[in-house]
């Protein structure tokens, strides 16, 4: 076990020896930001031989990726920084499209906003997308914009594809996954509904918020079996399982990849249970101050605060 330390809060993850699997950071040192990789200790080693994170996954090798996983289990790794030096960033800050959402893709949050929009007898996946022109990361402020009225949160998984792909079956999915993270996907209630769509309500500056790192697939195992919650102010809002989604990974990524290119680099965000600030009679929509903690087991804890 490592015990990380990381602006007052304290991280734990369970490492087997000679299991030990890797966690990509995007993180600004001394204010140039740079990928790194979590090192056994509970450090970080910089990366620097890529440009950012979207170039990481583009043009990282397997012989690369032993290396580094290699450079992780060194007991004399050299170059170590701690987290209290150096700034978190959002994983992926600047992703190369929009991201793609899956929308009501738990039953309960269909039940919840049924009041609001029916989709209790859907038969096929809702799909949108959202902009993010620069991913806010762990720590850092959710703007609070004087025009919008019901903000809200919206804890996902999110699916970061490691390579192009096109036409591909449910059964070769999983070939194209890079790895996993945790996305709140931060929504303008009064906007949403005033445009009678969800591009304009959820992507206002700021309102991407993915972190606090990506989890290479091969660490997570069964990704139909994760706890996904969310906490505002101490306060559990969202607690659900990956494995009560309605439209799984592999469909997700199959499905949109008939007739669409899914470039390497491309977030999926898969959707959100029940508990947003919405579903709640009467709605207890956040305010500034609040402290949004969005979290999924093997992932981790992706914490903002409404500024």
Known sequence: MC??????????????????????????????????????????IPVSDFADMNSLIDNITDSRLKRLKADCEDDNASGLLSF??????A???????DLICLGVNY??????????ESFTDKTDTVYFSKRANYAIG??????NYDF???????A?????????????????????IFGYTVVNDISGRNIQFKHKQWFFGKSLDGYTAIGPCIVTADEIGDINSLKISCSVNGEIRQNSNTSLMITKVPEAISELSKGITLKSGTIISTGTPGGVALGANPPVWLKSGDEVICEIEKIGRLRNKVS
């Open 3 to 44: 015990i990380i330390i990381a602006k007052g809060k304290i991280e734990i993850f369970y490492i087997m020896e000679g299991d030990f699997k890797m966690r990509f950071y995007t993180v600004k040192i001394n204010g140039k930001q740079t990928a790194a990789v979590l090192h056994k200790s509970g450090k970080l």
């Open 84 to 89: 209290d030096e150096v700034k978190m960033c």
């Open 91 to 97: 994983p992926i800050p600047v992703p190369k499209q």
């Open 107 to 116: 039953s309960e949050h269909i039940e919840e906003t049924k009041h609001i």
């Open 138 to 143: 762990d720590g850092d402020f959710i703007p």
């Open 148 to 154: 919008v009225n019901s903000l809200d949160y919206e």
């Open 156 to 176: 996902e998984l999110g699916v970061i594809i490691g390579k192009d792909c096109k036409n591909i079956s449910e059964q070769d999915a999983s070939d194209y």
